[in-house]
């Protein structure tokens, strides 16, 4: 039971990892926009988003591969929790820095922090079974 949650666990973060790097590399504006983050006609702005949108889609697709191959999982798990975790605590600090954005990214800010420490605990789980 537990190494199914963990599968399903990492399908979700690796599909949703693939779907939010496919949108930021793929299209940008409409994407922030969706999120009230006007980013048109800014070159350099639009090139650090695609860099980012790349890298979390491939992240993503690392993810995804661990819930199906359990040879990638404790990978997967590992990638996981900083990916995430890395995402959600440096808008923590943007909000400490810069002050409280819209809904939208708080709650987003929420789902990393939570996708993060699910994997940590799912990570220390899977590493406590193979023992």
């Not at 929790?81 to 909000?95: K, N, P």
Request: proline residues 2%.
């Amino acid at each position: 039971m537990k190494t199914k949650i963990t599968r399903f666990f990492l399908m979700f973060a690796g599909m949703t990892g693939i779907y939010i790097g496919a949108s930021l590399l793929f299209t940008p504006v409409s994407f922030e926009a969706s999120a009230g983050i006007p980013v048109t006609d800014n070159v350099n702005l639009l090139s650090e988003i695609r860099s980012s949108g790349g890298t979390l889609l491939a992240a993503g697709m690392l993810i995804l591969i661990g819930g199906f191959r359990i040879a990638m999982t404790r990978t997967a798990l590992i990638v996981s929790s900083l990916f995430y975790s890395a995402y959600g605590i440096s808008r923590v600090i943007s909000i400490l820095i810069d002050g409280l954005p819209n809904i939208s990214l708080v709650l987003i800010t929420a789902s990393e922090l939570v996708i993060g420490m699910l994997s940590i605990l799912l990570l220390l789980n899977f590493q406590r079974d193979e023992k």
